[in-house]
Structure formats: structure tokens, C-alpha cells
């Protein structure tokens, strides 16, 4: 099963998608972290991709895109994956399916987490990164055991410059944008499902599940 998550920042996707992996025994894949692993075993692309991201500069398409085709060789994709991160923009969403059908494999299933502004800007501003782990809380949806500190390595927690209301508002309405092409080309395709993501994340889990198994 190739399921594409899509999603605004703050509907869960990250969470979903790792949740999913275990309950679906599949990879989860995040172009972040092909990224971060590439550069940091220093292959070929990870050298290239390093080399534009210390000038300042995001790692454009076409780099992603092999580092992708590269992952998909890997045979843990055999009965599928997990993506998250990406397709973000209709030309990544006809590279992607490009990059499958040279391995005669293709998208199953879109699932799109549609959460609500009002949700999403409780959710973000209210977040709480780990500066060691990067695990995530939040100040009342998941607070930590003892205040300011990661339940898992102990490290200080703290709040992303970015995760404020205007700044969050703003980064949706971008999302919003860019998400709107892919909305439409996966429906074309019928592979588009929208669920609530406004509801219980385990309730999500087990939408996206149920949806799975017709897939
Ligand atoms: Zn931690």
C-alpha cells in the first residue's frame, strides 16, 4: 500500500505517518529525513545537497528527487510506504509518480488530514520541541511529566520562534496554496481521500486504517 499523506502543518501528519508505519509495518518516509541521512553519510547527494545548504539556500527538486528514486530501491518498499512531506507542489506530485512507474509501482492512496485554522493555531502555539530528541509536546494537549523537560532524554524543551498565532496563520495560508493543485490532481485521479483532522488523533488513525484496507 503507497499511501501519501498530505496535510497543513499542525494536522498531524508526522505523528500519523509514524503511527501508521508501525500499525501498517511499513517504512515511513520523509523527504527531511532522506535528506538529513544522506548528508550525513556523506553520499554523493548528501555531499551536493550539503553543499547548497550551507550556502543558505533549500535543496532544490531535482536533488530530492534522486535522493528519492534512490530510497525506493531500497527493498524495505516492497509492500509499500508511508510518505509524508511530500508531494508539496504539482510538479514534485508527476515527479513522484514518474519516479514509481519507472519501478512499474504507484500511488494507492492520498490521505489529506484537512484540519481547521482555529485547531491548528491552538495546536502550533502550544507546541513544545525537545532541543536534544526533537520530540514534541504540548503546553495542554500533551504536557510534559515535569515542566520544560523531554520525557524521553530529559533535555529542556522549548517553543519554536515560529509556532506563533500570526506566523502560523501565515504558513497556512502558503500551505493552503500550494496544497490546493495537488488536491485537485489527486481527485482526478480518485486516490483522494480528505478526513477531519480536527478530531482525536486516534480516531484519525483508525479512519486512515479502515481506508487502507479498501485500498
Ligand atoms: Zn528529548
Avoid at 508527476?94 to 494507492?108: F, G, H, P, Q, Y
Avoid at 503546553?139 to 520525557?151: E, L, Q, S, W, Y
Amino acid at each position: 500500500m503507497y499511501l501519501v499523506l498530505l496535510g497543513p502543518p499542525g494536522a498531524g501528519k508526522g505523528t500519523q505517518a509514524k503511527r501508521l508505519a508501525e500499525r501498517l509495518a511499513l517504512p515511513h518516509i520523509s523527504t527531511g529525513d532522506i535528506l538529513r541521512q544522506n548528508v550525513k553519510a556523506g553520499t554523493d547527494l548528501g555531499k551536493q545537497a550539503k553543499g547548497i545548504m550551507d550556502q543558505g539556500l533549500l535543496v532544490g527538486d531535482d536533488l530530492v528527487a534522486k535522493m528519492l528514486d534512490e530510497r525506493f530501491n531500497n527493498l524495505d518498499i516492497k509492500k509499500g510506504f508511508i510518505l509524508d512531506g511530500y508531494p508539496r507542489t504539482l510538479s514534485q506530485a508527476k515527479t513522484l509518480d514518474e519516479i514509481l512507474s519507472n519501478k512499474k509501482l504507484a500511488v494507492d492512496l492520498v490521505v489529506y488530514l484537512n484540519a481547521s485554522d482555529a485547531v491548528i493555531v491552538k495546536r502550533l502555539t502550544g507546541r513544545l520541541v525537545c532541543s536534544k530528541c526533537g520530540a514534541n509536546f504540548h503546553v495542554t494537549n500533551m504536557p510534559p511529566k515535569a515542566k520544560g523537560i523531554c520525557d524521553s532524554c530529559q533535555a529542556s524543551l522549548y517553543q519554536r520562534s515560529d509556532d506563533n498565532e500570526v506566523t502560523v496563520r501565515k504558513r497556512l495560508e502558503v500551505y493552503k496554496n500550494e496544497v490546493a493543485s495537488l488536491i485537485e490532481y489527486y481527485t482526478k485521479s480518485k486516490k483522494l481521500y480528505s478526513l477531519n483532522a480536527d478530531l482525536d488523533p486516534g480516531i484519525v488513525l483508525e479512519q486512515v486504517i479502515e481506508l487502507s484496507a479498501k485500498v
